[in-house]
Nanobody, 123 residues
């Protein structure tokens, strides 16, 4: 019903910036809360940022607050994660996630996941 495809990952030096994109297919994108997660080998998946369907409500994890910005363009069925001042510890696979919501709120649990995009930050 919903497919998510991430892009924009790659290799960047510490202090650099990267913008991740998540293109969604399927109906009712404008009623889906979206989120970005990251996961390193041997570690649990961490919610980095969440956004409500209109973008009116946004949430950031303390680990990246001030360095990332989540946004969405419902006309393009796309959500973005702008990352700045990247650190080597930000090296992870980043995943896009979606969840239908009856209300314009951020959510913590998600039903649909992308394949992930690798972000590597060198020192």
């Amino acid at each position: 019903q919903v497919q998510l495809v991430e892009s924009g990952g790659g290799l960047v030096q510490a202090g650099g910036s990267l913008r991740l994109s998540c293109a969604a297919s399927g109906r009712a994108f404008s009623r889906r809360a979206m989120g970005w997660f990251r996961q390193a080998p041997g570690k649990e998946r961490e919610l980095v940022a969440g956004i409500s369907w209109s973008g009116a409500v946004i949430w950031y994890a303390d680990s990246m607050k001030g360095r990332v910005t989540i946004s969405r363009d419902n006309a393009k069925n796309t959500v973005y994660l702008q990352m700045n001042s990247l650190k080597p510890e930000d090296t992870d696979v980043y995943y896009c996630a979606a969840k239908y919501s009856d209300y314009d709120v951020v959510v913590r649990e998600f039903d649909y996941w992308g394949q992930g995009t690798q972000v590597t930050v060198s020192s």
